[in-house]
């Protein structure tokens, strides 16, 4: 495990991209805790949809909440949330011996609320409260709409993953909401220790401009991004503005890496891993990626809070035609609309085994 080591050492936290049923029945997540140093967990619709449909753990749930009356959202925010606090509390012992800077798993909102402020601002406290654990983040996605409900959270004292993050400027809007939140809750002589990381998404930018620019610019624009938001981040928390609210109490919304499975096969399965290894930041990985790392990771050093050669590399893929702030735009439209298919699908399969109990019982 010394790959996975190195990061530890350099100060970065380590958490999984995945949570399922099975994981936690089998001891699987334990596993991830107790020998890859496995921190926390994020999870979103694409991963429960695939959860739910990739097998048999949640028929018995599903079969029980329809029989008493519960279907559609309302069945799966519980099953989810059954999870999640189980995960949770594996997690508890990394979250107090953190000061609650680590140890969270997350739980999406409802992705068909990511145009509709007020009813994501609804939606994230009836998550945070029905949940019942202090180490849950709500997921808000970082789009116009949900910067303001990032900042009535905060203040509302709900800790908040930000998602769908893909560029500094986007990064600076939902660090932005975060401090706006928290100084308000100091104004008012609230407790400003409120937790929340800011997801930003590498591996899909260079999905994106895959078949658009020369090899050599292959599988390097999502580091630069990073490079460069990295950057953004050391700076604003190097500010006089962030001391204020350090000195009063705050907690730093970190950084955290999310998408950073290889999606190219001709590229290293730990590239994004290697490459984006920084202190105060977290990476949260596929269990394939874990694992392809822990095996043969190798870890040359820490990122440079500087940014390094980010803007030459992004003036590169400037000259090749590449709208940087327009794709950013567009991998965010097209990352909550992702989320919305994956939702949809998720809710239709939860429909159709809530229809099969249905049906089983009136044959009775």
Not at 118 to 125: F, L, N, R, T
């Amino acid at each position: 495990m010394k790959p996975i080591r190195q990061l530890i050492d350099i100060g970065q936290h380590l958490w999984l991209d995945n949570i399922s049923r099975d994981m936690l029945d089998n001891g699987a997540l334990l596993n991830y805790i107790d020998h890859y140093s496995i921190t926390g967990l994020t999870s979103n619709p694409t991963i429960f949809d695939g959860a739910i449909g990739g097998g048999v753990a949640y028929d018995a749930g599903i079969a029980e909440k329809t029989r008493s009356g519960k279907f559609g959202e309302t069945l799966f925010v519980e099953l989810a949330l059954e999870d999640l606090r189980r995960a949770a509390d594996l997690f508890r012992p990394a979250f107090n011996s953190s000061y609650r800077t680590d140890g969270w798993v997350s739980m999406e909102v409802s992705p068909l609320l990511a145009g509709e402020t007020a009813s994501s601002i609804s939606a994230g406290k009836q998550i945070h409260e029905q949940a019942a654990r202090p180490n849950l983040f709500v997921k808000i996605p970082g789009t116009p709409e949900g910067i303001p409900a990032i900042e009535e959270l905060i203040f509302s004292g709900v800790p908040v993953n930000v998602t769908l993050l893909f560029s500094s400027e986007q990064y600076g809007a939902a660090a932005d909401a975060y401090l706006r939140g928290i100084d308000r809750r100091i104004r008012a002589g609230l407790d400003p220790r409120v937790a929340s990381v800011a997801s930003v998404f590498v591996s899909r930018w260079d999905a994106a401009v895959h078949d658009q620019v020369s090899v050599d610019l292959r599988n390097k624009l999502g580091i630069a991004i990073c490079q460069r938001t990295y950057r953004a981040y050391r700076e604003r928390y190097a500010s006089l503005r962030w001391r204020q609210l350090v000195s009063a109490g705050a907690y730093p919304q970190l950084l955290l890496w999310a998408s950073t499975g290889s999606k190219d096969p001709n590229a290293s399965d730990t590239l994004y891993v290697e490459a984006l290894a920084a202190a105060d930041t977290i990476n949260t990985m596929p269990e394939k990626t874990l694992i392809a790392f822990a095996e043969h990771g190798a870890v040359s050093g820490a990122m440079a809070d500087d940014g390094g050669d980010s803007e030459a590399v992004l003036a590169h893929f400037a000259q090749a035609g590449i709208d940087i702030d327009a794709l950013a735009l567009r991998l965010q439209q097209d990352g909550a609309k992702s989320f919305v298919k994956s939702w949809q699908q998720l809710l239709q399969r939860i429909a159709e085994k809530s229809l099969a109990v249905t049906e089983d019982h009136k044959s009775f």
